[in-house]
Every structure is written in C-alpha cells, then in structure tokens.
C-alpha cells in the first residue's frame, strides 16, 4: 500500500513538472519588464532590417518622384499657353506615372510605422536599462546608428515634399479620379510617415540626453 502511494506521488511530481515545463517554453524570454539588455536587442535585430530598408529606401523613392517632376515640367514649358485641353491630359499622365510610386510610397510608410510601434516599447525599456546600468551603453551603438539614419531622413524635405505633392494632387482632384487616387495615397503615406517620425525623435530625444548624463555609445566589449 506504502508503494502505491509513492508511486502515485511520483507519477503527480512527474505530471506537475511536466506542465510547468511546458508553461516555461511558452514563455518569449524577452517579452515582458523584466527581459534583460540582451534579450531586448535580439527582439530589435528581428524587426530592425524590414525597418531600415524602408528608411534606406525612402530617398531613392523621392528621387524617382523628383526626376518624374522635372520631365513633366520640361513638357508642360513647350506646350503652347492656354492650351488647356493638352495640359491637362498631360497632368493625368503626369498623375499616373505618380501613382505606382506613391503605392510603393503607402507601402514603405506601412512597414516603417508598423515596425516603429513594434520597436517603441523594447526601444524604451532599452533606454531606461541604459540610464539606470551607464556600462553598457555601448551595447546601443548599432540601434543608435539606425535611429541616426532615420533622422537624416526626418531632417531633410523629404516629408515636406510629400506634402505638397499631396496638395498639388488634391489641388487637381475635380480634374480627374487619377488625381483624386494620387491625393489620397500621398495623403495616407504622410499621416502614417509622420506617426512615426514623432516616435523616431523621441527615441533621438532620449539617446541626446544619454550622451549629455553619461556620454556617447563607442563600439567595443561590454565593459
């Protein structure tokens, strides 16, 4: 009878152990306050290079919007004043070649906002660890160089050319459904652009004030 019961002591230590290591695996060790600096870069590396390419992408984008423009403007300075009916199938011509890069546009906007509000809080916490432990600031050296390469982006016209291509389209939107199409899609890139430029320069915001309490980040062992 003793046997029986320790037995079926065992068999209840085996079972509990069992679903506690179960309970265990389900667990992301770097989701939650308590992951450490490490786990939270590991969970950065994976969302950060669909976000850099949207940010590396979005000036070779404003090129093609650029030297789209200037063609369009060299064709409208040879057609003859007043010719409104020639100008304004030109400006639907004009409208339709905007439109598939202000889709590849909402569609770079959509990964870099996505990915900013997935980066936010494990960018925060990252921060705080930092503010609270100064040796291992180095370990942000690569995610401040991304940030760096963002502002860039944030820092030039880029947003505010978007902008006017926005109104100018919107401007022209009685005109033709092509134009309408181009407005709104320029006009959804940009909300959703500037959503997440306000998260970008927060995290600068943070990382300047760093460098001001306890220095700036320097690749190297962590110390």
Known sequence: MNGLAERLREIALETAGRQVGQEIETVEIGEGEHAGLHELLDEMAELLPDW????ETDPLLSAQFRATQQEFDAKRRRLVRGDGKKRSALLIREGSEFIPLEQRHVELAEIYLRRTVQLDPLVNRALRIVREH???RSMLAELESSIDAAMENINTAQLKEGIRLAEWARSYAHVSRVMRTLAELSERANRMVVEANEKVRAWHSQL?????QIGPSEPGPLT
Do not use: C, G, K
């Open 52 to 55: 850099l390419i949207a940010v």
């Open 134 to 136: 100064a040796e291992s």
């Open 208 to 212: 300047s004030d760093l460098d001001a």
